[in-house]
């Protein structure tokens, strides 16, 4: 699991500051996460292969989660593209994208699929033999997701060793790897963790950018690896954070606490800060976990 945070500053971009837009790699997938102005350009500058990204999830319909989109589907057009592209996000996401098409005569080349949300309950918007994705309700000024992202197990691991001391045969693999157990000609009962390994661990990513403090999050995100959680503020400015519906450092580490995440990843920070360490001290005086200070560019390998 890999994360690339492409911008993660609040409201407007800036000479050195990108607003919200971020890529999970997680098995085998290459996700785009939000898609704030500039999102395009830090693609290219971190050189990842975009061309992979087959899933967008939009957070919210404001600005600097969002205005990115159209020229990034514009560009794919311009660079041939042939694979489906999946936009999930809130309702009006279609209009707003397929406004700025028509006008402009942009119609793309390749299938673009929008999955618009509605529900203000926890749903499964995405998910295939590998990853499953779940939004993740928050409070903000307008109807607005944070998303689960989970890998599924992987197939077992073969003992080949111990497969072939008792001979079994190539065709029995396939079972063997999902967990069933074998039965020798003998009529010896091989039982499957004799014969293989644990899969790989699952991993799980939680992205939550815009909210107020809301704990009706802990139940859906409990127990995560990482929680990405916006931090627009520190506490000196807390009394924003009801009007602006966002939240303050400590507010994202009591409830990295809360729902027991290994990692929490701070951003969204407002730019009237010159110094984002602040952010990471002091969401430490709450939660004991991991903590890290999301900036542009920035890469974390989380792979177990």
């Known amino acids: 699991m890999k994360l690339t945070i492409l911008g993660c500053y609040a409201a407007t971009p800036r000479t050195m500051t990108n607003p919200t837009s971020q890529v999970l790699e997680l098995n085998g997938h290459m996700f785009l996460i939000d898609a704030g102005e500039g999102t395009q350009i830090q693609l290219r500058k971190k050189k990842l292969k975009f061309q992979r990204i087959n899933h967008i999830f939009i957070s919210h319909l404001h600005g600097d989660h969002l205005y990115g989109l159209i020229g990034l589907i514009s560009t794919y057009s311009l660079l041939n593209r042939q694979s489906d592209l999946h936009v999930y996000g809130p309702k009006g996401i279609k209009e707003i994208i397929l406004l700025q098409l028509r006008l402009s005569n942009s119609f793309t080349g390749y299938n673009l699929y929008f999955h618009e949300l509605e ?104 127990e995560v690896d990482v929680l990405y959680h916006e931090s627009t503020f520190l506490e000196s400015e807390a009394h924003y954070t009801e009007r602006t519906k966002h939240c303050t450092a400590k507010q994202a580490a009591m409830i990295a606490k809360l729902a027991g995440a290994k990692t929490l990843v701070l951003g969204h920070y407002s730019t009237r800060y010159d110094d984002i360490s602040l952010f990471k001290k002091e969401a430490a005086e709450v939660f004991e976990g991991t903590i890290e200070n999301a900036d542009d560019g920035v890469i974390f390998d989380f792979t177990k």
Not at 126 to 138: A, K, N, Q
Not at 158 to 166: F, N, T, V, Y
Not at 195 to 210: G, K, L, R, V
């Open 119 to 222: 529900s203000k309950e926890s749903e499964v918007v995405f998910e295939d033999d590998r990853v499953i994705v779940r939004t993740i309700p928050l409070d903000h000024r307008v109807y607005t997701n944070g998303y689960l992202f989970e890998s599924k197990p992987g197939d077992r691991k073969l003992r080949i060793g111990a497969i072939e001391d008792l001979g079994i045969d190539h065709c029995y693999y396939r079972k063997i790897k999902q967990g069933g157990d074998i039965t020798l000609e003998d009529g010896t009962l091989v039982r499957n963790e004799d014969i293989t390994y644990d899969p790989e661990p699952t991993e799980s990513y939680a992205f939550c950018s815009d909210t107020y403090y809301s704990e009706a999050i802990v139940p859906i995100i409990k």
